[in-house]
């Protein structure tokens, strides 16, 4: 199992945080051009899952997948949006996901008195652990570039 790359967006779109690890290719996109069109995705589906679902969509939407990759979304009750690309052999990654956001993002950037949530993501000590967390996971896998 592979993991891609992540980005964190706040309940307005901005991107607080992005980090790759196994990305094979670039988009050819500057890194802002790309986290829009990627929250531009993500509203889209969110909204059409809504609308379309026949019963009452609890959780909404939780992921997609095409013949590469799977794409995860996690959403927070205080609006962060969480997406983490993986291939499409991967499991348990709305708990891994869940847990970056409690143990990593919480404990790091909510509790850090010197991160403003509203702005980009700048804390070293937030990205060593996030970073150390990924690869230490059971999703994580270096690809041979």
Known sequence: MTVHNIYIFDRMGTLLYYQDWNRLKNSGMTKEEEAKLMYGMLFSLKSFVNKISPTDPK???????????????????????????????????????????????????????LCNLNEPIQSELFKTKLDAYVKQSSVFLTKSM
């Open 59 to 113: 959780e909404g939407f939780l992921y997609y997948k095409t013949s590469k990759y799977t794409l995860h979304f996690l959403e927070t009750p205080s609006g962060l949006k969480f997406v983490l690309n993986t291939d499409n052999h991967s499991q348990g990654v709305r708990d891994f996901l869940q847990q970056i956001y409690k143990e990593i993002f919480v404990e790091y950037v909510v509790k850090n008195p």
